[in-house]
């Protein structure tokens, strides 16, 4: 119970927390509110791992909490574009879809094989990154009126880095799936 009540893992949380509140801001159509918060939850997502290295209170908590916030509020901001319009549809199934076939693979390999090491790729790792600056543009575009050209530049190079750390996910865990005897 201490682990949770570390700093990092607390503001792990508050991006948990966060994301509640951004969707109702975006639904409610407040585009600059939502990109302000969002940049806060982005900021809780750099804070929460510096200090857990720095302040060395890595936990185990941790390690499972942070990219369930990532996926939690990444997934929330993608369907609430395609519902608002505001990135196409196509592009939020990818990345909720992507998520949703990690999620299967790292279940499947627990199920059937009893693998409990699914580590992020450096491919996911550079997904996401895309995702949060696509999202951050696409906030800003809607907000700040920021460049058509640089938002559908971003949306594009971040469909491209989803499905190839998609691709990646699914052919590391064939290969693990593969080389682990039953």
Not at 100 to 111: E, P, R
Not at 127 to 132: A, L, Y
Not at 137 to 157: E, K, M, N, P, W
Request: hydrophobic share 55%; with cysteine; proline share 4%.
């Amino acid at each position: 119970m201490q682990a949770l009540f570390s700093l990092p893992n607390l503001l792990t949380c508050a991006r948990i927390a966060l994301t509640p509140v951004i969707v109702l801001t975006l639904m409610a159509t407040n585009c600059s509110r939502a990109f302000w918060l969002s940049l806060l939850a982005g900021f809780t997502d750099a804070a929460d791992g510096y200090l857990a290295r720095y302040t060395g209170q890595e936990t185990r908590l941790g390690a499972y909490l942070d990219p369930i916030a990532d996926k939690v509020l990444l997934t929330a901001l993608y369907l609430c574009f395609g519902i608002a319009e505001l990135a196409p549809w196509w592009l939020a199934w990818l990345v909720v879809g992507r998520d949703v076939m990690i999620l299967s693979l790292a279940a499947g390999g627990l199920f059937w094989k009893g693998i409990r090491d699914f580590p992020p790729s450096v491919w996911g790792k550079v997904s996401t990154v895309f995702q949060i600056g696509a999202a951050l543009a696409i906030l800003a575009g809607c907000a700040f009126q920021v460049s058509t050209d640089l938002v559908r530049g971003l949306i594009y190079a971040t469909a491209a880095a989803t499905a190839w750390s998609g691709f990646h996910y699914l052919y590391r865990a064939l290969r693990s799936l593969s080389s682990v005897s039953p």
